[in-house]
């Protein structure tokens, strides 16, 4: 972060601006609201099954490509559930993920948790305290995943630190990028997020996806 309080607030402006430009051209926030519907609709709506879908989802886009990892739990479905972990581990090589033999180990240690996630999920409480107990129990579940896999099931108050997010908020002079992402450094940018959020009157979910907008001109999920 500048050691100039003033510049970072005038870089802190600058983002605030450039994100409320993006949510008044019509297509870009008809994009993210369709997308935040679809997260809520799933959290609230979606089976147990299609929970535990996602959080696999989150577990595979780790260190890997969000669109290919959308393929992947496309074409698996249920097997997310159903598989051997042997044969999840050959469906995940065969679709070209990067770490198939792990990825599989971490969700079928899972599946003991999905009925309680699946209830967590559809309680209405705090993101970040589920955060921390996804964290604690979810194999494959660092801060980011479980951020990523809260906001894909509803949840707003929680922010989706990748290299994406940090490479944009250091060009804009906010952070200087870290070596490491421990969790105090997490929480730390994700105040940023928070601030630059309340600045617009956005929740965290919507910021990231404008966010992964401006570097990427994609909203994915």
């Excluded at 929680?158 to 997490?186: C, M, N, Q, W």
Aim: net charge positive.
């Amino acid at each position: 972060m500048s050691n100039d309080w003033g510049e970072w607030r005038v870089a802190l402006d600058e983002l605030v601006m450039d994100v409320i430009s993006l949510t008044q051209r019509n297509e870009v926030r008809e994009l993210v609201e369709r997308r935040l519907q679809q997260f809520k609709t799933l959290g609230k709506e979606g089976s147990c099954d299609d929970i535990f879908s996602e959080l696999s989802f989150c577990i595979l886009t780790a260190n890997f490509s969000a669109e290919k990892g959308i393929a992947i739990q496309k074409a698996i479905g249920v097997g997310f559930l159903m598989m051997t972990q042997q044969e999840l581990e050959q469906a995940l090589r065969k679709m070209g993920h990067r770490y198939p033999q792990k990825r599989a180990e971490f969700i079928v240690k899972n599946r003991p948790l999905s009925q309680e996630i699946c209830r967590m999920v559809k309680k209405d409480g705090s993101g970040k305290t589920l955060r921390d107990w996804l964290c604690k129990n979810v194999y494959g579940f660092g801060l980011k995943e479980a951020s990523h896999f809260l906001r894909n099931v509803g949840f707003s108050d929680v922010a989706i630190i990748d290299f994406h997010i940090i490479d944009l908020l250091a060009k804009y002079g906010l952070i200087e990028k870290p070596k490491s992402l421990t969790r105090k450094r997490y929480i730390e940018i994700e105040k940023i997020l928070e601030a630059v959020a309340k600045r617009i009157g956005i929740g965290l979910d919507a910021l990231d996806l404008y966010l992964w907008f401006m570097e990427t001109g994609k909203v994915l999920k």
